[in-house]
Structures are given as C-alpha cells and as structure tokens.
C-alpha cells in the first residue's frame, strides 16, 4: 500500500513539471517567436531551384534570404535565371510591401 502511494505521488510530481514546462514553453513560443517575411517563399518559388551556386550563395534559398534581407541588390546574379523570370521576379519585389511595409526599390 505503501508502494502504491510513493508512485502515485511521483507521477502526480512528474506531471506537474511536464505540465508547467509545457505552458512555459507555450509562453516562450507566443512572446519569442520570429514573424517569417512572406515574400521569401514566394520569391524562392520564382527562382530556377537550381542550387548551382553560381550566384556566390550556397543555394537558391541563400540568394532569396540575402534579396529580402537587403545584403544582395542583383537578382541578376542568377546565372539559370532566364531574363522573362528575373523582370517577373524584380517587378514583384518592387511592387510587393514586406512586414514592416518596406518595398525593394533598388533591386536590379
């Protein structure tokens, strides 16, 4: 009986850290989670996917999240981009806000 009840209170313990762990977690995540710009996903959709590496990024989605970012100007640098897609892809971020409603004027 004695047994029974030593076990009984390590699992009410047990799941008492579980559950105020998980709701810290759930604070932490409501408080401390970073907003994703919707133009990067969209942005790498319109690029070749050819993760070539001729651009001087390590992939496709390196040379996106450098354009959104604003650390790379030149869409252009995208040797497989054919020039239809990059005046798509330049109109589109020149005419599309991000989160904080800026536009990418310079982009060439």
């Known amino acids: 009986m004695e047994t029974i009840i030593v076990i009984i209170k390590a699992l009410v313990v047990t799941l008492g850290i579980g559950a105020f762990l998980g709701l810290l977690l759930a604070v932490a995540d ?32 390196g040379m996106a999240d450098s354009i959104i970012s604003g650390s790379n100007k030149q869409v252009s640098l995208c040797k497989p981009l054919k020039k239809e897609k990059l005046a798509e892809i330049i109109e589109y971020l020149k005419s599309t806000p991000g989160p904080d409603g800026s536009v990418l004027n310079d982009i060439k």
């Open 30 to 61: 409501k408080y401390l989670s970073v907003k994703a710009d919707p133009r990067l996903e969209v942005l790498l959709s319109m690029l070749p996917g050819a993760n070539c590496g001729g651009c001087g990024y390590p992939g496709c989605s």
